[in-house]
């Protein structure tokens, strides 16, 4: 079975700054997509940032990018400059390509300082 | 275009009832899918409606239903509620089944007493 592992629960920068957020998976598949999401307190989950596996190119999407690292089943967010508004929980989902269902990591806190 | 809706934002309920929960998709989207997310579990799938037809399920006792309508909004039913069904329920929406780029409502709060 697939399982996303985020093993920082918190996480804090200063604003402008570059914090990066951990995430490791497991999975026997080769053809899958990879997705870090955030939940501001409205409690919507906003897709951020989307990584296809066959890609080597990393994804970018603006002040965010993601580290992939296919052997190594790793895939980090980066936001740099960070902004207040960048304060909320960050999920790491993974979704084989033959299947319909998201897994999702555990969250990480991100708390942003002024 | 308006986004996904869920509607009650907020519920509470006693043990032994039933409650159902709806979700109207962006306009266009017809996959439909419903995960909950609380503090000890995370976020789990419950399952996945499209062109009516429940595609997938996940791992939650029968107990949780649901169904989709041919204007693809989506009901989701927990009957015989229990006090660990307290949670956010969340409901995203697609072009079309599995497709990757899935948009989520801003959930239902569910309580149970």
């Known amino acids: 079975a697939q399982t996303v592992t985020q093993s920082q629960p918190e996480m804090s920068v200063q604003e402008a700054e570059t914090v990066t957020l951990s995430c490791t998976y497991d999975?026997?598949?080769?053809?899958?997509?990879l997705f870090w999401y955030k939940q501001p307190p409205s409690r919507q989950m906003i897709l951020v940032i989307r990584?296809?596996?066959?890609?080597?190119q990393n994804a970018t999407e603006n002040r965010f990018s993601v580290n992939f690292q296919k052997a190594a089943k790793s895939f980090s967010l980066k936001i740099s400059d960070s902004q207040l508004g960048d304060a909320a929980m960050y999920f790491c989902?993974?979704?084989?390509?033959?299947?319909?269902?998201?897994?999702f990591g555990t969250g990480t806190r991100l708390q942003v300082f002024p | 275009k308006a986004g996904v809706t869920q509607t009650p934002r907020y519920l509470i309920k006693t043990r032994g009832q039933q409650v159902t929960l709806s979700c109207s998709p962006i306009?266009?989207?017809?996959?439909v899918s419903w995960y909950q997310q609380t503090p000890g579990q995370g976020l789990q799938f419950l399952f996945e409606?499209?062109?009516?037809?429940?595609?997938n399920k996940g791992n939650f006792p029968g107990r949780f239903s649901g169904r989709q309508f041919s204007n693809s909004r989506s009901e989701m039913n927990v009957s015989t509620l229990e006090l660990g069904d307290s949670a956010l329920y969340l409901c995203?929406?697609?072009?079309?089944?599995?497709?990757?780029?899935?948009?989520f409502g801003s959930g239902t709060q569910l309580s149970v007493l």
């Open positions: 995203a929406s697609s072009l079309v089944w599995a497709n990757e780029k899935l948009f």
């Open positions: 999975t026997s598949e080769s053809d899958y997509y």
């Open positions: 990584q296809e596996a066959y890609k080597q």
């Open positions: 989902a993974y979704r084989s390509a033959s299947a319909d269902k998201l897994i």
């Open positions: 306009s266009g989207h017809r996959s």
């Open positions: 409606y499209f062109s009516e037809t429940q595609r």
